[in-house]
């Protein structure tokens, strides 16, 4: 009987010390909730979004305390060294769910970044990504006491956190939203950027959720079709390729509390679809990847469809589900 007391006392205790123990880990440091990267000619400025550790136990749930720290220096190394050095307890990324970037930042830079990730654990390679727009200087100038921006700028974060791909999808090219950021206040443009590892196109409302809807990026889609708002909430898009042609068909889920769309307002979606993969290609962008797939269809280094070649007739087809 006392052995038995003697193993739960010691259970107990031990319990108790780990809980101790990551409590002391966690306040000890500063949580990095997002990085900001931006490169100016010669200079490249790292923005570091973290919580103070006496916010909360856990970090994640903390309320407030939310500060930005930043520094300049020739290489991304210097710079998030000296954003590092400045902040109240040593860095910890473990819940950096998001960067920032700005819209001139070049493919070596995020590559750069990448490897400091990989190699340093600097951040999170699945970390998601978005454009942060403002005017020059506006970060150095914000107040040094009671700033508010860095708490909007992390709840606005979250909010549109399902528009964002992540970091190690740049290669491909990311279809990024983009945040603006003005006198203490941030808000979510009514453009986006399609950031290419070549150059980024800056890409109006109507365009880029057409975009996000054809590349089956998460969220809620909203579209305005026969005068009226139609909501996706779901959808799976397929491709066919037959000779010159390709077929693309979108399987989509409407919003619980929302009529099914009418034939009309499929056929103006289908066209809106149609319309935005062939401007992307005239643009020099495979969309929905028509290219890979006739390589794939036909054989590696035998597809019949290039981005060289004029677009292939497209035939969308959109369906929404019964419900």
Known sequence: MKQKKLRF?????LIGWCLIFLRCETTEKSMVRALYLAQKEQSITVGLLYQAPEAAAD?????????????????????????QKQLPQKADYRLCDYLLIDQDASAELLAAYERTVLENRQGRVSAKVSVL??????????PAEKQEFPNKLLEQLKQCADQMPRLYQYQDGMLLPQLRAEKQEVALADTSILWRVE??????ARQAETARLLLEMGGVHTFWLEGEPVTVRRCSVSVTLQEETASLRLDCQRSYDTPQPSA????????????TV???????IDLVHLQ??????????????TIK????????DVRFLPM
């Open 59 to 83: 970090a994640s749930e903390a309320s407030g305390a939310v500060q930005l720290q930043l520094a300049q220096a020739d290489t991304l190394a210097k710079a998030l060294a000296a954003a």
């Open 278 to 284: 062939q401007s992307f290609w005239q643009q020099g």
């Open 292 to 305: 890979q797939r006739s390589a794939l269809q036909n054989g590696v280094g035998r597809e019949k469809i």
């Open 199 to 204: 150059n980024s196109i800056e890409l109006e």
């Open 264 to 275: 009309a307002q499929c056929e103006q979606l289908a066209e809106l679809c149609t319309q």
């Open 309 to 316: 070649n004029a677009c292939p007739q497209l035939q969308a």
């Open 9 to 13: 006392l010691s259970a107990v205790l």
């Open 133 to 142: 727009e403002m005017d020059d200087g506006f970060l150095e100038e914000l």
